[in-house]
């Protein structure tokens, strides 16, 4: 079954698929390569693992995790750009290496990674490679392209403007720059007292506030009967200001930490801060897909809500837009969310600060914590934000790449 937002079916993205399988087996056959896989993604921005391989001298390459922007996989991602290199000795700086962790997995010295789209985004990458060094691998890595003619199991294939090294390193060092896949313990300690005192603050208006306050709007409704027609107006006037006070405080409190999050989880959590907007901006948010478990990993759970939340805020108070979408998908291992808006966009490099004007970089650092990629495209025709977030965390640890 192909969920929503997948660029693969499940049995494509767990390794069973026969013609895959089938496929990177009689590449290598039929050109001599020493060894040939195909990289895949599970949603637009997550990271990319090589599924199908053919003359693989281990199981190691399969452990690789690659976030676009890291390793040879995620560089092409990124890019959407092939890439080349007949002598890696020669070609790219010893100093780099590390940054391709499978030409150590397989001890590659020669490859050729060609990006695969569907609809203009990569999704896949082949990966065709040599153990050894030959003038005659440019000419084969040639002879593959010319009869691949495009296509590759339905989708379309790269194979102009190839990335030079110092293109590569430039990819790199943006993408390091803007989206760090590591986990930084010290903020994550920040954020989590924070989401601490947020709940305490949040128990304390519910059930302390909110609760005097309801004992003395039970108290005024005692004298009801006590007072002339003049006092029950005054009466009835206070019990109404009780009644507004009352839901100001539910909303504040499910703002700071909704018991939701704590109880029922995520997806819950966020159907009913979404209810609270509707109300307070006029703006429908419709929920699409669909998740495989109710519940995740707590950290998860708190920053994928957090980004959400302040993701629909921002496209409730200044996109414009009447409806804000929200997908929810889960597959391979990985959560993928978006907030997306029909709305008139803003400029994501250098936004007009609005407010507090913490919300973005909030996002970011959130999803830093937990390893997640966040991805934020706007333009005149709306705003996408997008969160891929492995669903198994470990804090304080890097994701392998």
């Known amino acids: 079954m192909r969920v929503g937002a997948s660029n693969f ?5 767990a390794g069973t698929c026969a013609e895959y399988a089938r496929l990177v087996e009689d590449i290598k056959r039929s050109y001599g390569f020493d060894f040939v896989s195909l990289g895949l993604t599970a949603f637009i921005g997550a990271p990319l693992k090589w599924v199908y391989s053919a003359g693989a001298t281990g199981e190691r390459h399969r452990r690789i995790v690659l976030a676009p922007g890291h390793g040879i996989g995620g560089i092409t991602i990124k890019a959407g750009k092939p890439m080349m290199f007949t002598d890696i000795d020669e070609e790219i700086d010893p100093r780099e290496y590390s940054s391709y962790p499978i030409v150590f997995a397989e001890d590659l010295r020669s490859f050729c990674a060609l990006p695969l789209t569907r609809k203009g985004r990569v999704v896949a990458v ?9 003038d005659h691998h440019q000419e084969v890595y040639r002879d593959l392209i010319l009869n691949l003619d495009g296509s590759l199991l339905g989708m379309d294939v790269v194979s102009t403007d190839f990335m030079d090294f110092e293109s590569i390193a430039a990819e790199k060092r943006v993408d390091t720059q803007r989206n760090p896949i590591f986990v930084r313990s010290d903020l994550s300690r920040v954020i989590a007292a924070q989401e601490d005192e947020r709940k305490r603050i949040s128990r304390e208006l519910h059930d302390g506030i909110a609760q005097e306050l309801l004992t003395v709007s039970f108290s005024l409704k005692l004298l009801e009967g006590h007072v002339d027609q003049a006092g029950a107006e005054v009466l009835a006037s206070a019990n109404n200001n009780i009644g507004r006070i009352l839901d100001e405080l539910h909303n504040i409190s499910v703002e700071l930490r909704p018991s939701t999050l704590d109880h029922l989880g995520f997806m819950a959590a966020l159907h009913s801060q979404a209810s609270v907007y509707e109300k307070t901006y006029g703006t429908e948010i419709v929920f699409e897909g669909s998740l495989s478990r109710s519940r995740f990993d707590q950290a998860l759970e708190t920053q994928a809500y957090r980004i959400c939340q302040e993701a629909i805020l921002n496209a409730c108070k200044y996109s414009e837009a009447d409806k804000i979408y929200v997908t929810l998908e889960d597959s391979d291992g990985w959560l993928h969310v978006s907030v997306i808006d029909h709305g008139c966009g803003f400029d994501t490099e ?16 959130r999803a830093s914590i937990i390893g997640a990629m966040l991805t934020m495209e706007s333009g005149p025709n709306g705003t996408k934000v997008t969160l891929v977030s492995p669903m198994n965390i470990v804090e304080g640890k890097e994701v392998d790449a």
Do not use: D, N, W, Y
Not at 9 to 13: I, K, Y
Not at 126 to 134: C, E, K, N, P, Q
Not at 350 to 365: A, N
């Open 126 to 134: 082949l990966l065709t490679a040599f153990r050894s060094v030959s």
């Open 350 to 365: 250098r936004p007009v600060i609005k407010g507090s004007g913490c919300g973005l970089s909030g996002m970011r650092e």
């Open 9 to 13: 079916s499940e049995c494509e993205l």
